[in-house]
């Protein structure tokens, strides 16, 4: 069983397309992200959601939405997709957050996007 | 700003050597620290969690140290493997609500047969 769960693993289109990503993870976590790792390898926070309600909002475009039906899904919709927007997108989810303990995060296996 | 810088980038080393990977940050009020590593293909596993109030972390042949008044941690991987071949990346962890960490740049390890 898949802990963290993403898809689709590999999405590729044009640019000025609108896409999704979804995630779902089943080990009963209350809080979700979003992290964007570019050509570069560099892993950085886009969105986090705790109880359904986002507690972490990067700077990123609001191209970026990320929309939590409930606790276990925290799904990514990207606008009018740009060039700059290639790189690999990981979800992740934690028992909670502030307490020792709950703040271990679990990786998807990614998502990988390529804007033509 | 947080920034976390992992030296070397890259390591290759003979099979049963020591691995030694650095991380250090700038920002010293950080709530905890994670080690992870990445597959390619694949997402992050967590290795070792250390709180700020700890000195290390130890889970077989990982052990974990965290200086947090240098701003320094170091993962210790004994008698390497080439199964240990991966990219390690270490994440502070300076926002206690919202647990956002904040990722160096990774060293890739290759451990020769």
């Known amino acids: 069983d898949t802990a963290v769960s993403q898809t689709p693993k590999y999405l590729v289109t044009q640019m000025g397309n609108d896409k999704s990503i979804k995630c779902e993870q089943n080990l009963g976590h209350d809080t979700m992200y979003w992290y964007k790792q570019d050509s570069k390898k560099f892993l950085k926070i886009m969105f986090s959601?705790?109880?359904?309600?986002?507690?972490i909002n990067e700077t990123v475009p609001n191209r970026f939405s990320p929309k939590s039906p409930d606790k276990a899904h925290l799904n990514l919709h990207i606008n009018s997709l740009e060039l700059g927007d290639s790189a690999v997108y990981f979800c992740a989810s934690s028992q909670g957050v502030g307490l020792a303990g709950k703040n271990i995060q679990y990786f998807g296996a990614g998502t990988r996007l390529s804007v033509l | 700003k947080q920034e976390v810088t992992q030296i070397p980038a890259a390591l290759s080393v003979p099979e049963g050597e020591n691995l030694v990977l650095n991380c250090s940050f700038t920002d010293s009020a950080i709530y905890n620290l994670q080690w992870f590593r990445q597959d390619p293909g694949k997402g992050l596993t967590s290795l070792l969690l250390i709180q700020s109030s700890q000195r290390e972390q130890t889970s077989g042949r990982l052990n974990a140290s965290l200086d947090k008044s240098s701003g320094r941690s170091t993962l210790y991987i004994a008698a390497s493997q080439p199964g240990d071949s991966a990219t390690y990346l270490c994440a502070v962890n300076r926002w206690a609500a919202g647990n956002k960490l904040t990722f160096g740049g990774g060293t890739r390890v290759l451990v020769k047969p």
């Open positions: 959601y705790n109880n359904k309600e986002l507690i």
